[in-house]
């Protein structure tokens, strides 16, 4: 019969990763970039509807 031996000292030490507020309020969005990136989602996901429609 096998026991598996758990050390208790073995907890987990890990740090909890935490976000200062001052971090949130201090932070500059590039607003031009995420429109982009949004408007070339939608771009991309039309253009694919088409394209699939087009198969049919």
Do not use: G, P
């Given at each position: 019969?096998?026991?598996?031996i758990?050390?208790?000292?073995?907890?987990?030490v890990?740090d909890p990763?935490?976000?200062n507020w001052c971090?949130?309020?201090?932070?500059e969005?590039?607003y031009?970039?995420?429109?982009?990136e949004i408007?070339?989602?939608?771009?991309e996901?039309?253009?694919?509807?088409i394209?699939?429609?087009e198969?049919?």
């Open positions: 019969m096998n026991t598996t758990h050390n208790s000292d073995a907890a987990f890990e990763h935490t976000i971090d949130i309020e201090n932070t969005i590039d031009d970039n995420y429109l982009n408007e070339s989602f939608f771009r996901d039309f253009e694919n509807d394209l699939e429609e198969d049919v």
